[in-house]
């Protein structure tokens, strides 16, 4: 079974070591995204809307 490739969109050291420590071992490509142009207060929307941006980050390159 081949295993899914999983993209890390930051620069965090602690977030990889994380992922590392349950054997997910992503590509990192920080996405460079200034988080604080979101003004968000419910968490999970923050949340989701961060993701979304990153990942929107990613794929224009």
Do not use: Y
């Amino acid at each position: 079974m081949k295993t899914p490739r999983f993209i890390l969109a930051s620069s965090s050291s602690a977030r990889l070591r994380l992922l590392e420590t349950t054997d997910i071992h992503p590509i990192v490509m920080p996405s460079n995204f200034d988080e604080l142009t979101v003004k968000l207060i419910e968490p999970r929307k923050l949340i989701e809307t961060l993701a979304q941006a990153k990942v929107e980050t990613i794929l224009k390159r």
